[in-house]
């Protein structure tokens, strides 16, 4: 396949998501430090969150050129190896929260990072997304070119990294928002790749009855489920104060600068709870547009998966797609009270370094794969062609029978 030119509308999207990230932080980033020095006698500056977001907004732009640049023939040999180091890592953080290390970051009785000094901190679980999609697109591509995706030659080697790293990141991590993401991943790239429905079908049954099981022998799932039934539970403060942000930005919103509840009302404002600063800061007008590119964007992502000129490209677009659908959405539905709470960032928009940098690496990817897909035009002519000529048999049987 000739190279031509890549599908911009892709980095437009990923860029304007990148800049109204940085926007609310700005924002809310003062409020977030003093409320922190207020709290725990820290001597954080007002501009700290700010310029760190800015160190990983470029970062972040510097890894999609580069997953971009990279060939991905090069790439795709990468991906068992992502994900090995994904398994180490989160291995790693196991036994470092065990023995009490410095180098575990635990918050709320989950340990999810690894410390890494003045950088910040390493998400484990990151490694896991991006490794176990190509990885499995890998596999399954070949596996179906071979003729056995439906035997144990592919079943058994992607039944094992799919449980090995939702074991470390749901059970271990007790990440059940990040599990959700990992088990889009999964679910997506394995239906695209063409298995027997009643296979997927035994899957997503286990899924189902394992996530109830993940459920109920957790207490503070349960309580969050409890929540969300009945409206009264330990997570109730958190909703209703996300609610109350998005009712108080009305249609336009507050203004920049002018956010109450990132004073300290709202919990993880910068965090998982940034879509109802947003609402609150730029109202129902600012969100339906926060909401529009990344629709805008998925549009695009799933029209490479479509036009892709082979299985393995198809396969992770589909699974990139999965991937930012599945999060943005969770991130949304809990903070607009359609879902139980669950802790997961925004993709593109709140703080963090690890959660931008994988997303942009994957949507460079993404990038790099539009410039290889097959031209609509071409692909309208196949489709016209194919018709034609099957209108053509269609006849020639006809005539044939009459004879």
């Not at 030119?5 to 700005?26: Q, S």
């Not at 580069?66 to 790439?75: F, T, V």
């Not at 290390?101 to 896991?128: H, M, T, V, Y």
Request: aromatic residues 10%.
């Amino acid at each position: 396949m000739r190279r031509h030119r890549g599908d911009r509308i892709i980095v437009a999207m990923t860029l304007l998501l990148l800049f109204a990230g940085l926007i609310i932080i700005y924002a809310i980033g003062p409020m977030r430090a003093n409320f922190l020095n207020a709290t725990y006698g820290g001597d954080i500056s007002e501009n700290h969150f700010f310029i760190r977001q800015l160190i990983n907004v470029i970062l972040s732009i510097v890894a999609f050129v580069i997953a971009y640049k990279i060939p991905y023939e090069k790439m795709r040999k990468w991906g068992k190896w992502v994900l090995i180091l994904g398994i180490v890592l989160s291995a790693g953080l196991w036994v470092l929260a065990k023995v009490g290390s410095g180098l575990a970051k635990c918050e709320l009785g989950a340990c999810r990072w690894i410390n890494i000094g003045s950088f910040g901190s390493l998400q484990p679980a990151e490694f896991l997304k991006l490794g176990l999609l190509m990885y499995l697109a890998q596999l399954a591509a070949s596996r179906k070119a071979e003729g056995s995706i439906n035997k144990s030659d592919f079943w058994l080697p992607a039944g094992v990294a799919s449980i090995v790293s939702l074991f470390f990141v749901i059970v271990v991590q007790k990440d059940l928002g990040t599990g959700v993401v990992l088990i889009a991943i999964i679910l997506g790239t394995i239906f695209a790749s063409g298995v027997e429905l009643k296979r997927f079908a035994l899957v997503l049954g286990a899924i189902l009855i394992a996530g109830v099981g993940v459920i109920v022998t957790s207490p503070h799932r349960v309580e969050r489920v409890k929540t969300f039934f009945n409206g009264d539970g330990a997570d109730t403060y958190h909703i209703e104060n996300a609610m109350i942000a998005i009712g108080t930005g009305g249609l336009t919103g507050v203004g920049v600068g002018n956010s109450v509840q990132a004073t300290g009302y709202l919990p993880e404002s910068i965090n998982d709870s940034v879509f109802a600063v947003m609402g609150e800061t730029f109202g129902f007008l600012g969100l339906g547009l926060v909401v529009m590119i990344f629709v805008i964007l998925l549009t695009r992502v799933m029209r490479v998966a479509e036009l892709a000129d082979g299985m393995e490209q198809r396969l992770m677009a589909v699974g990139v797609f999965s991937w930012i659908m599945v999060q943005m959405s969770v991130n949304v539905m809990a903070m607009t009270g359609l879902i139980p709470l669950t802790g997961i960032t925004l993709p593109l928009l709140s703080y963090g370094g690890t959660s931008m940098m994988f997303v942009t690496v994957a949507l460079g990817i993404t990038f790099q794969l539009s410039c290889y897909t097959k031209r609509e035009k071409e692909m309208k002519q196949a489709k016209f062609s194919n018709s034609h000529l099957k209108k053509r048999r269609l006849n020639e049987d006809s005539r044939s029978r009459r004879r």
